[in-house]
């Protein structure tokens, strides 16, 4: 039995059928040749049934073996054209493609632009008119002090009235050059009638005496001290300045105002 079937194997593998020609004689046998009589050609033996069974495997393997070899090389005189797909088309990100061309430059209005104006520091500049040292029986002055140093030094202003005052006020600016802070200040005029208010200012020191209501500024001179610590060497108090407002009893008002001097040469 296993020679049986290695000699179909190998003539199913050597033969080569033609289909075409084995369709047309199945077609014209089954025309010419009658349905056999299954009751009188009586029962089939076993090896009869066998041999056949064999020979239709075989003819189905070879069969297979040829519409396979046909389907896998094309057959003679055949060509399977391969149907290329058709291409896909290019992924796309969701997003819009940017501009070729650059941004519009946006419009000018046609006007110049507006300079901007530099903020106010918020403090009270310096008195940009000449100082008016007197005003009526009301007079006044600045110097630094001889005690004046290379570190600290005093600046006095000194107010003379020919009359009675009933209100006072005096305002002392030392601007600041670099290491300006407050050390005291002192008057000749008695310390309870007056209120002194010291504002460090980030430009400049304010000094601000205050007459207290119902005290008297009697006539004479009078002398309002500030002092302050300094940069080591000659301080420039030109910048420094003042102004003092007063009344009398009867309602007149006087103003004076002034500018410092150079400072007295100052020991180490």
């Known amino acids: 039995m296993e020679d049986l079937k290695r000699r179909l194997r190998d003539a199913a593998a050597a033969h080569e059928p033609d289909r075409d020609a084995m369709l047309a004689r199945v077609r014209h046998g089954m025309s010419r040749s009658p349905r056999p009589n299954r009751r009188a050609t ?13 020979a239709s495997a075989a003819a189905l393997v070879a069969g ?16 399977v054209a391969a149907v290329p797909a058709a291409p896909s088309p290019p992924p796309t990100s969701g997003h819009a493609s940017p501009p070729s061309t650059p941004p519009s430059t946006p419009p000018t209005s046609g006007h110049a632009p507006t ?3 530099p903020p106010a520091s918020g403090h009270a500049s310096p008195p940009s008119t000449p100082p008016h040292r007197q005003d009526g029986p009301l007079r006044s002055d600045i110097s630094i002090d001889s005690h004046t140093n290379a570190y600290w030094a005093q600046s006095d202003i000194t107010l003379q009235t020919g009359v009675p005052l ?12 670099g290491g300006v802070a407050s050390t005291g200040a002192w008057r000749t005029l ?18 601000r005496w205050t007459l207290r209501p119902g005290r ?10 500030v002092q302050y610590n300094h940069a080591r060497g000659p301080r420039a ?3 420094d300045t003042y102004t003092a407002t007063a009344t009398t009893a009867k309602g007149q008002r006087y103003t004076v105002t002034g500018r410092c001097c150079a400072a007295p040469n100052a020991s180490g």
């Open 64 to 79: 297979g073996y040829a519409i396979a070899t046909t389907v896998h090389t094309g057959g003679p005189g055949r060509e």
């Open 166 to 177: 009933s209100t006072l006020t005096l305002e002392v600016r030392i601007v600041q050059t």
């Open 115 to 117: 300079p901007s104006t």
């Open 237 to 239: 108090a030109t910048a």
């Open 42 to 54: 009586g029962p089939l033996s076993w090896p009869r049934v066998t041999v056949a069974t064999l």
């Open 216 to 225: 008297t500024v009697l006539p004479g001179k009078h002398v309002f001290a």
């Open 190 to 207: 008695p310390a309870g009638d007056f209120t002194l208010t010291t504002t460090d200012e980030g430009d400049a020191l304010r000094y």
